[in-house]
Structures are given as C-alpha cells and as structure tokens.
C-alpha cells in the first residue's frame, strides 16, 4: 500500500517473512563492524532485531554502550518539554489531545503564563526546552509559537536563562519552516508515529495529520527551508517493531542521500496510557522492555552518530537501564500539560495533559541518579550556539570528534548547576565526578582549558562553552 519512494514497504515485509535468527558468527561479524563507528546496513540491522541469546544481546548492549561514548562520551544530555497549546485539529487515537476528546481541558498560555513557566523551569535549573504545541496549522497558530519563542528566550530569572528551544509542532510548509527557522530555534522535531501507511490511516482518524505523505516529507521541507537540525521518531506500539525500525533507518539514509546530513536526534517513546484513548490502554503492538533495550542498541549501533532521546514516558529503571545502551538525551521533571509547572492547574492536570508518566522524579533526583551512575548531566547549548549544526555537526559526530566540545561542555554546565542549585551532598558527589571526568580528557592543554574555566564559574561567571 506504501508507494512513498524511500520507504520500500515490501522490501521490509519480505525482511520480515524470511525473518531468521542469525548464527553467532554472522552477529559478532556485525558487532565487530558495529565498532568501527561506521553504522550498519538493513540487512545487518534486522540481523540484530532477530537476535534471540541472551549471551549475543548483552554484546549488543555492550558495543551500543561503546559506540555511545566513543561518539559523545560519558554524557547525557537534560530537557524539559515545555507545553503551551493543547488545542489540536487532529483525530489520533492513541492521543489525549485529540480534537473529539471531550474529557480534555483546552488550554492554550498567554504571555503572562509563559513567562511564569519559564521561571519554574530556570529554578529548577533547566537550559534547553522542547517547545510543544498541539497540531493546528494555520499561519496565526505559526504567529503565536513564534511568539513564545521570543517570550521565553527573554525572561531573565538572576543569571539564569532558556539558552536553546527545540520545537515539535505541526508540519510546515517550506515557506513556514522559512519564518520558523528566523526564531532561532534548535532542533525541528516531528515524529512519523508509524511509517506502516496501513496502520497509519487507521490510527490518524482526521484532520491534517491524516495525511501519511505530507507528514513523511516534513523533514525535507524543513531541510530545503534551511532548518539544520531535525529530529525524527516513532510511537513503538502501533505496528511491528521491526518493521518501524526499518523504515525509520530508510527515512535516515534518504535524508543522508537528499541533503548529506541525517536527523540530529531520534525519539523512541512507548505508547503511555491517555485521557480517553483505549489504545493507548492496550496497544496492539507491545513492545516489552527486553525489546525495548534492544531497539535503542541497535539503533546506536546502526546510526552512530546520532543522539538517542528517551522521554519521561519510561519509568526510572528502564530510564536507568538505557543509560547504558546508548541513550544520549532525557527529559527530566516533565509535565505533559500547559501550565504544568507553576501547577496553577494542579487539580485538573490530569485532563489537561497529553499522555501520563513513567517517571515522575524532580530534576534534582534524576540529576542525582545520573551522577551515581557516572554520567555528568549536560545542559549544553554550545553547538547550537557557535553554528555547529547540520553538516558542520555531522563532521564532527561521525568520527567522534564532538566528544572534545560535548564532555567539556557537559562539565561547565554541570559545575553551574550544581554551584547554584546544588545540595551539599550534591556538590560533593558533583565535584568528585567532574575531577575523575577532567582527569579523562587525554589532551593536556584542553584538560588545563577546562580547569581555567571551572575556577571561572566558581567565581560567578556563567554560560561558558567551547
């Protein structure tokens, strides 16, 4: 039924058919591959979804771990999502804000809102927001997201401030994505839900999004406007896992091969229960967690370079898990509803939010968990900001260069955190871990770079990045 051009429907259904699982040879030959940082092709990646011993996955986990940190190092990247509309055109069933949802209530924040979620989300420490909107489409729906781009961008709480907003909203038009791409934002980021066009009619009732092909060409039109960063994703529970991975990998190689630069990041969330959705109460394609942790593996392994996001949807020990799998973005202390940080709206919260969540921890405990496990949490914004986007990024991604920006970066933004949100066990814990990262950095001269610039923050000096 698919007759979209890059993805080959009946190539990944015969994949599927003659599925089998792979002799160990076979799986350590694509593992060893998989190391060189050089990704792999669908024939390998299927390979790997097939993988049945738990001997073999544990390899898998073990090379998606490496090519992790061989890429971005032992980081991971911090953001909240930042909900300003519920309002929605669309008829999705497995949504909470779809448009014949009568249980929902529609809000949608005026300025004065925005700006006091904004604050709540600088005293929580929070630099990078993902703006989300629910999908209307018309110029003056495109005029008030860019206005809570300026907004937000221009509140001041002491020193602190939002440093990059990504934005997942609506399709757009080539011309749209033109006066979007002059806010400033980060990355443009839409998901497919599924790229099986079957399935896809039956879940994506009305309204616009019911449209398979306008939404699968959105990224391109965000390219050819001169949108730089973009990130793709699915919604794994609607149709065969296996088949979404695929077709995902297909949309990526287009976009390599059409523009030379491939997504900046890839979501995978799970269908989580929401308002008035039997769906998502039971989807038909469940995706247990065994499956779960391979998915993400695979995925970094098959495209190394790019950064794996991983939402609030997941309770903490998959979260927890997934650190270790390849995972290179998450959310933290995430409301799915407008207002939901000043919880002006505390007690409707439930019929205003979008989808519920797994982990429901602050900032700070999910902070604190990243540390124990090793990890510096990063609230960088320094590629964005010095223009390192697009092809300029990809350069130096794919060898794993980048890490020389993301660890060092990582670490200023962690120092400031914990010197002004910190608590005493914190700041210690804090400390200790960034000595033992700065005593990773192998480069000498940028090891004393760094020092110099840590004795800078601790002496008040803010938003510091190479």
Same mark, same amino acid.
């Given at each position: 039924?698919?007759?979209?051009?890059?993805?080959?429907?009946?190539?990944?259904?015969?994949?599927?058919?003659?599925?089998?699982?792979?002799?160990?040879?076979?799986?350590?030959?694509?593992?060893?591959?998989?190391?060189?940082?050089?990704?792999?092709?669908?024939?390998?990646?299927?390979?790997?979804?097939?993988?049945?011993?738990?001997?073999?996955?544990?390899e898998?986990?073990?090379?998606?771990?490496?090519?992790?940190?061989?890429?971005?190092?032992?980081?991971?990247?911090?953001?909240?999502?930042?909900?300003?509309?519920?309002?929605?055109?669309?008829?999705?069933?497995?949504?909470?804000?779809?448009?014949?949802?009568?249980g929902?209530?529609?809000?949608?924040?005026?300025?004065?809102?925005?700006?006091?979620e904004?604050?709540?989300l600088?005293?929580?420490g929070?630099?990078?927001?993902?703006?989300?909107?629910?999908?209307?489409?018309?110029?003056? &729906?495109?005029d !008030?997201?860019?206005?809570?781009? =300026?907004?937000?961008? *221009? $509140?001041?709480? @002491?020193t602190?401030?939002?440093?990059?907003?990504n934005?997942?909203?609506?399709?757009?038009?080539?011309w749209?994505?033109?006066?979007?791409?002059?806010?400033?934002?980060?990355?443009?980021?839409i998901?497919?839900?599924?790229?099986h066009e079957?399935?896809?009619?039956?879940?994506?009732?009305?309204?616009?999004?019911?449209?398979?092909?306008?939404?699968?060409?959105?990224? &391109?039109?965000? !390219?050819?406007?001169?949108?730089? =960063?973009?990130?793709? *994703? $699915?919604?794994? @529970?609607?149709?065969?896992?296996?088949?979404?991975?695929l077709?995902?990998?297909?949309?990526?190689?287009?976009?390599e091969?059409q523009?030379?630069?491939?997504?900046?990041?890839?979501?995978?969330?799970?269908?989580?229960?929401?308002?008035?959705?039997?769906?998502?109460?039971?989807?038909?394609?469940?995706?247990?967690?065994?499956?779960?942790?391979?998915?993400?593996?695979?995925?970094?392994i098959?495209?190394?370079?790019?950064?794996?996001?991983?939402?609030?949807?997941?309770?903490?020990?998959?979260?927890?898990?997934?650190?270790?799998?390849?995972?290179?973005?998450?959310?933290?202390?995430s409301k799915?509803?407008?207002?939901?940080?000043?919880?002006?709206?505390?007690?409707?919260?439930?019929?205003?939010?979008?989808?519920?969540?797994?982990?429901?921890?602050?900032?700070?405990?999910?902070i604190?968990?990243?540390?124990?496990?090793?990890?510096i949490?990063?609230f960088?914004?320094?590629c964005?900001?010095?223009?390192?986007?697009?092809?300029?990024?990809m350069?130096?991604?794919i060898?794993?260069?980048?890490?020389?920006h993301?660890i060092?970066?990582?670490?200023f933004?962690?120092?400031e955190?914990?010197?002004?949100f910190?608590?005493?066990?914190?700041?210690?814990?804090?400390?200790?871990?960034?000595?033992k990262?700065?005593v990773?950095?192998?480069?000498?001269?940028?090891?004393?770079?760094?020092r110099?610039k840590?004795?800078?923050i601790?002496d008040?000096?803010?938003?510091?990045?190479?």
């Amino acid at each position: 039924m698919n007759n979209y051009k890059f993805i080959d429907d009946k190539k990944i259904h015969s994949l599927l058919n003659d599925a089998k699982i792979p002799d160990d040879g076979r799986a350590y030959d694509i593992l060893r591959k998989g190391r060189e940082l050089k990704g792999l092709d669908s024939g390998e990646i299927f390979d790997l979804l097939n993988v049945k011993d738990s001997k073999i996955k544990n390899e898998i986990f073990k090379v998606a771990k490496y090519v992790k940190q061989e890429i971005y190092g032992k980081r991971l990247v911090l953001f909240a999502p930042f909900y300003v509309s519920n309002y929605c055109q669309n008829e999705c069933t497995y949504c909470a804000y779809r448009s014949q949802n009568g249980g929902l209530i529609r809000k949608k924040l005026d300025e004065e809102e925005i700006i006091e979620e904004t604050k709540m989300l600088l005293k929580d420490g929070h630099k990078r927001v993902l703006l989300v909107a629910g999908e209307t489409h018309s110029d003056r &729906d495109l005029d !008030f997201v860019m206005e809570s781009i =300026d907004t937000i961008y *221009g $509140v001041r709480d @002491g020193t602190q401030n939002i440093r990059r907003i990504n934005v997942n909203i609506a399709p757009l038009s080539v011309w749209q994505f033109k006066r979007l791409e002059r806010c400033k934002i980060g990355t443009y980021q839409i998901f497919q839900e599924t790229y099986h066009e079957e399935t896809y009619g039956k879940v994506h009732l009305k309204g616009p999004k019911s449209n398979y092909n306008f939404r699968l060409e959105t990224i &391109d039109r965000a !390219f050819k406007a001169g949108i730089d =960063d973009v990130g793709i *994703g $699915v919604l794994f @529970g609607l149709y065969d896992w296996k088949y979404e991975v695929l077709a995902m990998v297909e949309h990526i190689r287009h976009l390599e091969h059409q523009f030379g630069v491939g997504p900046h990041t890839i979501s995978v969330p799970r269908i989580e229960p929401a308002l008035n959705s039997p769906i998502s109460k039971n989807p038909p394609f469940v995706v247990n967690d065994e499956d779960f942790k391979l998915i993400i593996s695979v995925l970094r392994i098959a495209i190394p370079y790019t950064g794996i996001i991983l939402s609030t949807r997941e309770n903490e020990k998959v979260r927890r898990e997934a650190f270790e799998l390849g995972v290179s973005q998450i959310s933290a202390g995430s409301k799915t509803n407008p207002g939901g940080y000043n919880e002006r709206d505390k007690h409707n919260a439930d019929n205003l939010e979008q989808f519920s969540l797994g982990d429901t921890r602050s900032t700070s405990e999910v902070i604190k968990d990243i540390v124990q496990c090793g990890y510096i949490p990063s609230f960088c914004t320094g590629c964005y900001r010095k223009g390192r986007v697009g092809n300029d990024f990809m350069d130096l991604a794919i060898p794993g260069l980048i890490k020389e920006h993301c660890i060092p970066n990582g670490i200023f933004t962690f120092a400031e955190y914990i010197h002004d949100f910190g608590d005493r066990s914190l700041k210690k814990e804090g400390r200790e871990l960034i000595d033992k990262m700065l005593v990773e950095i192998q480069n000498e001269q940028l090891q004393d770079k760094v020092r110099d610039k840590l004795s800078l923050i601790s002496d008040g000096k803010r938003d510091i990045f190479f």
